[in-house]
């Protein structure tokens, strides 16, 4: 196939689907993947998409949110890393409460593998797909709304609205940046909001962070460090942050590697 043709073909997946994967396009188009991300890089150039790891999305000047069909390819292993140590906070008849992301979709397969008593409050359609799809002892309270694909979450009034009506034992958050200065920041409005709301609306409240989105800002603050229990994350944090995490009473929690060590 001609290049001209591939990338004919890459733009209208992406006005398709929103993004691409390399590995499917690479077996679409039936090329190697170094073709695709050669092409993916020439039409980055023009600004025909953006590029990210795996694959490339369509840029929307209003939500800078990584679609989910991307996220979840990045990191898979410290996303499980993170739940695994997750998923010792989670007991017996504990209401908990997980927002939309995928390190959180994570935990919701770890938490359906043990077979807890446990209830769970999500805007994540894929975490209600999950747990229909599977028989287990989880109740599972959908938290209905405006539908957004691109993370395939709900979210907007209805969404708060119903949240305020909950008070959980513990929430699982994984937002996508945060700095000592900002705090927790978000690249969309409604989805702020909804983590926002589960962090008032919970007892302990809990940061499932990798290293990547430490020391970064996003262009939506929600919430204030201070007000965070516990911080999972997989790499050891500059001084600064220990400081403040031991000043605040903040647990920090770093979750092993299969060698029992935390990755340097």
């Known amino acids: 196939?001609?290049?001209i043709?591939?990338?004919?073909?890459?733009?209208?997946?992406?006005?398709?689907?929103?993004?691409v994967l390399i590995p499917n396009l690479s077996k679409q188009l039936q090329c190697s993947e170094e073709t695709i991300r050669r092409d993916l890089k020439e039409l980055e150039s023009i600004g025909?998409?953006?590029?990210?790891?795996?694959?490339?999305?369509?840029m929307d000047k209003y939500d800078k949110s990584y679609p989910t069909k991307l996220r979840k390819v990045y990191y898979p292993d410290l996303k499980s890393r993170l739940a695994r140590q997750a998923l010792r906070y989670v007991r017996e008849n504990d209401v908990i409460m997980?927002?939309?992301s995928t390190t959180?979709?994570?935990?919701?397969?770890?938490?359906?593998?043990?077979?807890l008593n446990i209830t769970?409050?999500?805007n994540s359609l894929l975490i209600c797909d999950l747990c229909n799809d599977q028989i287990s002892n989880i109740n599972l309270i959908c938290l209905g709304g405006s539908f957004r694909s691109r993370t395939s979450s709900f979210v907007g009034y209805h969404t708060t609205d119903t949240l305020s009506g909950y008070f959980a034992d513990r929430s699982f958050i994984s937002?996508?940046?945060?700095?000592?200065?900002q705090g927790m920041s978000d690249n969309h409005?409604?989805?702020s909001k909804v983590r926002a709301n589960m962090l008032i609306h919970s007892q302990q409240k809990i940061l499932l962070l990798d290293h990547t989105k430490f020391d970064a800002s996003a262009n939506l603050l929600f919430g204030n460090l201070k007000s965070v229990d516990v911080i999972i994350t997989d790499e050891y944090l500059p001084n600064q942050w220990t400081e403040f995490c031991r000043e605040n009473q903040i647990h920090l929690d770093y979750a092993l590697n299969t060698d029992g060590e935390v990755p340097i």
């Open 120 to 122: 769970i409050i999500t």
């Open 48 to 58: 025909k998409l953006t590029r990210t790891h795996g694959g490339a999305y369509l």
């Open 189 to 191: 409005f409604d989805e």
């Open 5 to 19: 043709d591939r990338q004919t073909a890459i733009e209208r997946e992406l006005t398709k689907n929103g993004s």
């Open 175 to 181: 937002c996508p940046k945060v700095t000592l200065e």
């Open 1 to 3: 196939m001609l290049k």
């Open 104 to 115: 959180c979709l994570t935990l919701a397969e770890l938490l359906l593998s043990k077979k």
């Open 98 to 100: 997980l927002d939309s």
